[in-house]
Every structure is written in structure tokens, then in C-alpha cells.
């Protein structure tokens, strides 16, 4: 009887012992529901606002994608504009011509970057190079409006524009549309830049089509070099300011020129 009432006693432990673990189980499991329930929490205050700001970033970049192709449209309207106004004036042939030369290049040009604009490609070293190239042609195109006392209007506007979204062109082709993914500044490209194409030009090539494109660069790029003697020597013979603009505007389209060709 003795053992039977001690054995009666001792009974309950087993059992404690098998339904503790399950109790903690619980405990643990009770735990993590309240601690994934916080983290929820926390996500469904936080999402919103990261999902908001990426929004934003985005909204921005293709509001710039969109107002740099749209600049490049009105260049191209802006100088195929330009000679139409020319060709409405009954200006004689020859002079009709040499707007027409003015203006083909560039305007082909700037239909050009449209694409590559659409395309996200305006981040390609031929793309920056044009870029550039258009800048140039607008800064001294400007002033040969300016040494010259007048001109036709729609040409300044077109120079203006070109001056404005090249710019931006550039810079989104260095930077980034978000303009910070970029690896280097706009000088640093710049400068790398100007190294390249030297090395290209002073390069020999490597086959006949390589050979002639050498050829006819090394040739404009000559003629530039003789036409920039003439302002230099004009400029400093006090020449009339219109002799002058009639020597830069022709530098100018050598090089536009050298680019198409190289």
C-alpha cells in the first residue's frame, strides 16, 4: 500500500515533464506571430514611402527624357524652318545653297539625336561626340549672327535652342538621366574625350574604308586649321567684322563637316 500511495504520487511527473515542451512550443510560437505581426507592421508604413520615392525619381527622369527629345524635335523643325524662310525670300541660287548647306548638316543631325534620345543612347561616345559638335556649331554660329549685325531671326532662335538642349544632351549622356550614375564629371569625359579622337586621327588604318574616312578627315581638318589662320590674320589686320563672319561661318561648317566624316 505504502509503494502504491508513493507511486500514486510520483505519477504526475512523467506527464508535466511530456506536456511542458508543448507549452513552450506554444509560448515560442506566440512570440513569433507577435514579432512577424510588428514587422508587418513596420513594412506597411514604410513600403508606401519607398515605393513613393522611387516613384517620384521616375516620374522625373522621364520628364527629362521627354523635354530633351523635344528639344531635339525643335531643333530639327527650327533649321529646316530656317531655309524654308530663305527659300520664301527668292534670295538668288547660290545664296540659297549656302543656307542649305548651313542648315542640312545640323538639322540631320539633331533628327539623328532624336533616336538616340528615345533609345536612352545618348550616353555612346558617338552620341556625346555630336552633341558637343552641335554646341560648338551653335556658340560660333551665334557670333557670326553677332560679327555680321543681323541675320535671319529664326536661325538665332534655332542657334539658342541648340546652345540650351545640347547641353542638356550632353549631360545626361555623361551623368545619367537621375544624373548620378555616371562614373565620370563632365570634364573628366570631356577631356577623355579629346584624347580619344586624337588618338583616332593620329591612328593608321586598318583597311581602304578606314583609309579614305582617315583621308578625308585629315583633309577638313586641315582646311579648318587654314580657315582659323584667315580669322586670326583678319582679326588682327582690323578687318570689317562681316569679312570675319563670312571666315567663321565657314570654319564652322568644316567642323561639322570633320565630324560627319570621322
Not at 578627315?217 to 589662320?229: P, S
Request: proline share 3%; net charge positive.
Amino acid at each position: 500500500a505504502a509503494a502504491f500511495h508513493t507511486s500514486s504520487r510520483l505519477a504526475p511527473i512523467p506527464q508535466v515533464q511530456q506536456t511542458s515542451p508543448s507549452f513552450r512550443s506554444i509560448v515560442t510560437s506566440s512570440n513569433k506571430l507577435r514579432s512577424n505581426a510588428a514587422a508587418i507592421k513596420t513594412a506597411s508604413s514604410v513600403g508606401p514611402l519607398m515605393l513613393s520615392s522611387s516613384g517620384e525619381d521616375f516620374c522625373k527622369i522621364q520628364g527629362r527624357k521627354k523635354r530633351v527629345i523635344l528639344g531635339y524635335k525643335a531643333m530639327t523643325a527650327l533649321y529646316i524652318a530656317v531655309f524654308l524662310y530663305s527659300a520664301s525670300k527668292s534670295v538668288a541660287a547660290n545664296t540659297l545653297l549656302a543656307i542649305t548647306s548651313y542648315v542640312a548638316m545640323p538639322a540631320g543631325l539633331s533628327y539623328i539625336m532624336i533616336s538616340a534620345a528615345k533609345h536612352d543612347r545618348l550616353g555612346s561616345d558617338t552620341y556625346k561626340r555630336i552633341n558637343l559638335s552641335l554646341l560648338e556649331y551653335a556658340v560660333l554660329g551665334l557670333s557670326v549672327i553677332k560679327l555680321s549685325g543681323g541675320g535671319n531671326p529664326i536661325l538665332k532662335v534655332a542657334y539658342i535652342i541648340t546652345l540650351i538642349n545640347t547641353i542638356k544632351g550632353y549631360a545626361y549622356g555623361v551623368l545619367g538621366l537621375d544624373k548620378k550614375s555616371g562614373s565620370d564629371t563632365m570634364l573628366q569625359d570631356f577631356t577623355k574625350g579629346v584624347k580619344s579622337t586624337i588618338k583616332g586621327i593620329c591612328s593608321d588604318p586598318k583597311n581602304m574604308k578606314s583609309f579614305g574616312y582617315w583621308s578625308a578627315t585629315l583633309m577638313v581638318v586641315t582646311m579648318k586649321l587654314f580657315k582659323l589662320k584667315d580669322i586670326i590674320l583678319a582679326a588682327q589686320s582690323s578687318a570689317a567684322s562681316k569679312d570675319i563672319a563670312m571666315s567663321l561661318a565657314r570654319f564652322n561648317r568644316l567642323s561639322l563637316l570633320a565630324l560627319m566624316i570621322y
